[in-house]
């Protein structure tokens, strides 16, 4: 059966956010089961399938694009569908992943990083897709080498999983610096929650720079007029 019917075909509507999916799947039965820097994985009530959710990824169609374009090599997870929600969040349904041992991760990464054979095809995807994200995304990170992204699928397959996002260092840095180019080079629709990502990794920012950064952005969107 297609997970996605367990959802509706179609969800979620694109005019909803990150909060109200959210709601919506624990409200369904979903369970938390993993929290990132960009985002929170919810797992199913029959423990097959995974929600990713970030409020803010601009990187997030770009991975999904991998995860299409390399699905024949099996070494990316399965994806049931993508969509972007309201304000510029973004909602991934894929297949469930177990972690890996860090070994066998750091192996992956680097057959990945050497384009071994046995990986050739999957790093041209990866290549080409992150070049054009590069290409089109103002603020875009690099490959993330992060051994917590190398996981194990139901069916024993060794994947690579959220391969990049945007460069969130000199992004934030950048908002507390010049938050008018931020507001000039991605549209408000596209960045309405981006102080609100979770930060599990490397911490989350104090309240204070969260409401400076917040304040900082409104007032540039302000100038602007928009
Ligand atoms: N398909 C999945 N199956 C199980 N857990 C997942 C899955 N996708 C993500 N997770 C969990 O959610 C966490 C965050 O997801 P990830 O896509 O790595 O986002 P981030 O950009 O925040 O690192 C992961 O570290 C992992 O624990
Ligand atoms: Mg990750």
């Not at 897709?129 to 992060?146: I, R, T, Y």
């Not at 945007?166 to 010049?178: E, R, W």
């Amino acid at each position: 059966m297609d997970p996605r019917l367990r959802l509706g075909p179609g969800y979620p509507r694109p005019d909803l956010d990150h909060r109200q999916v959210e709601q919506e799947l624990l409200a369904a039965g979903w369970t938390r089961c993993g929290i990132g820097d960009w985002a929170i994985a919810l797992l199913s009530p029959d423990g097959t399938t995974v929600a990713r959710i970030s409020p803010f990824d601009p990187a997030g169609p770009y991975v999904a694009a991998v995860y299409r374009e390399a699905s024949h090599t099996r070494q990316v997870p399965q994806l049931f569908a993508h969509q972007r929600l309201t304000g510029g969040g973004d909602f991934q349904l894929m297949e469930r992943l177990e972690p890996v041992h860090e070994d066998e991760a750091a192996a992956f990464h680097d057959a990945i990083a050497a384009r071994a054979p046995e990986v050739a095809d999957l790093v041209d995807v990866v290549r080409r897709v992150h070049g054009k994200a590069q290409s089109e995304l103002p603020w875009c990170g690099p490959l993330d080498d992060n051994p917590d992204n190398v996981m194990r699928t139901a069916d024993g397959r060794l994947v690579i999983a959220d391969l990049f996002s945007a460069d969130g260092p000199k992004l934030y840095a950048t908002v507390v610096s010049d938050p008018d180019l931020v507001v000039a080079r991605i549209p408000e629709a596209e960045r309405r929650f981006m102080t609100e990502l979770p930060l599990a990794n490397t911490g989350s920012w104090e309240p204070a720079v969260r409401e400076s950064m917040r304040a900082g952005l409104a007032a540039a969107d302000a100038r602007s007029g928009g």
